[in-house]
């Protein structure tokens, strides 16, 4: 079994009287595709913001590739190679996907050289064509990122989180909103993608999770319900509980786990 990549020990985030994560200790291995699901609110986007820096835990500590990064702030963080995306979607919209994914490059390697030397463009040039690539997206690289479909959008915001060689890609909810045509085909790039970084992705759809996940999170009220195989979470009778009311999760619960 491979160490863990990340592992967050007791991280616990108030927000006034309410606890939005709850003593999470969660070790994630290497070379898996975890994910992480729960119901709105079960404070999954606030798990990555302590992960990424972008809030201090009040208490609990997180460790990348046993390093202690706690309290480290997001662009420290981010030097070290954990990358994320955001639920809202944010790209430059008046530029090309390629400018985008250019500037986003350009500006992860100011911080090591203050200086651009030529070749530095062409090395940029060749990581972005690899990038493209990587998402599916060379024949939209003139494109207008305002221009794109959603679907689009989501690959590009991937893109951008991807060109600086993360080791680590924190999704948030990537597939939301997506076409199911667009969706069959993010799916596809991710599952590439997870053999090339290590992926945390946080998503809703039931039937994505569970087609893509090697190991699932469960997630209520900011603390861990349960973590398993995708057959052991469709089986587990408090994450079956936990949804009920969802009908339609209800029914994919009961397919998977009579798969
Ligand atoms: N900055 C903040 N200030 C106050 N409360 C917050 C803040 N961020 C999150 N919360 C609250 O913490 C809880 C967890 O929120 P979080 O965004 O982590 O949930 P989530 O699991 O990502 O939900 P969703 O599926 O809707 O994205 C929610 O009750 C939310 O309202
Ligand atoms: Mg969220």
């Not at 045509?181 to 992926?199: S, Y």
């Not at 319900?225 to 994450?239: F, M």
Request: with cysteine.
């Amino acid at each position: 079994m491979s160490d863990p990549v990340l592992r967050t020990e007791n991280l616990t985030k108030r927000f006034g009287g309410l606890t939005a994560t709850d003593n999470l200790s969660l070790s994630l291995r290497g070379g898996r595709l975890q994910a992480v699901i729960g119901p709105n609110g079960a404070g999954k986007t606030t798990f990555f913001n302590l992960i990424s820096g972008l809030l201090k835990p009040d208490s609990g500590r997180v460790f990348f590739r046993d390093r202690d990064i706690t309290g480290l702030r997001p662009h420290e963080i981010s030097r070290l190679g954990i990358k994320r995306t955001m639920q809202i979607k944010s790209v430059f919209n008046q530029i090309s996907v390629m400018e985008n994914l250019w500037i986003t490059r350009q500006a992860s390697q100011r911080f090591l050289h203050p200086f651009r030397p030529a070749s530095r463009d062409r090395a940029t040039r060749e990581r972005v064509e690899q990038v493209l690539e990587q998402i599916g997206m060379t024949a939209l690289a003139h494109r207008i990122a305002g221009t794109l479909s959603y679907g689009d959008v989501a690959m590009l915001e991937i893109g951008m989180a991807l060109i600086s060689e993360p080791k680590l890609l924190l999704l948030d909810e990537p597939i939301c909103g997506m076409s199911p045509a667009e969706t069959e085909r993010a799916v596809a790039k991710i599952r590439e993608l997870a053999r090339q970084v290590d992926i945390v992705i946080i998503e809703h759809d039931m039937e994505v999770v569970f087609g893509l996940a090697d190991d699932i999170t469960v997630l209520a009220q900011g603390a861990i319900l349960a973590t398993g195989s995708p057959e052991e979470i469709s089986n587990h009778e408090r994450v079956r509980e936990a949804y009920l009311g969802r009908p339609e999760d209800e029914d994919y619960l009961e397919e998977a786990a009579d798969a």
